[in-house]
């Protein structure tokens, strides 16, 4: 019988390119809801935008704030007590 060659780092390939598919899909999610929303209200934008780093987070409300700011209120996480 003969030794069949083995894939070594296929596993692992695999892995890290839907590593790098997810965090390019929740980031392009999360620049469009900063960049784009009609409604800084959206629920799903605002989950991701308290799940990122601090930085990211305020940049994110940055963003949000130029487009908003004498419009509406601050969604959650962008805003202290009430106001932007």
């Known amino acids: ?3 069949v060659p083995r894939r070594k780092g296929s596993f692992g390939k ?3 390119a839907a590593l790098v598919a997810i965090v390019l899909v ?3 999610r999360w620049y ?3 960049a784009y929303a009609d409604d800084p209200f959206d629920e799903v934008g605002i989950g991701l935008n308290t ?4 930085p990211i ?3 994110g409300c940055a963003m ?3 487009r908003f700011e004498n419009k509406t209120l601050p969604p959650a996480g962008c805003g202290v007590n009430g106001s932007w």
């Open 26 to 28: 929740i980031g392009g």
């Open 14 to 16: 695999a892995l890290i």
């Open 51 to 54: 799940m990122m780093p601090g």
């Open 57 to 59: 987070r305020e940049k």
């Open 1 to 3: 019988m003969e030794d």
């Open 64 to 66: 949000l704030k130029a």
């Open 32 to 34: 469009a809801y900063v």
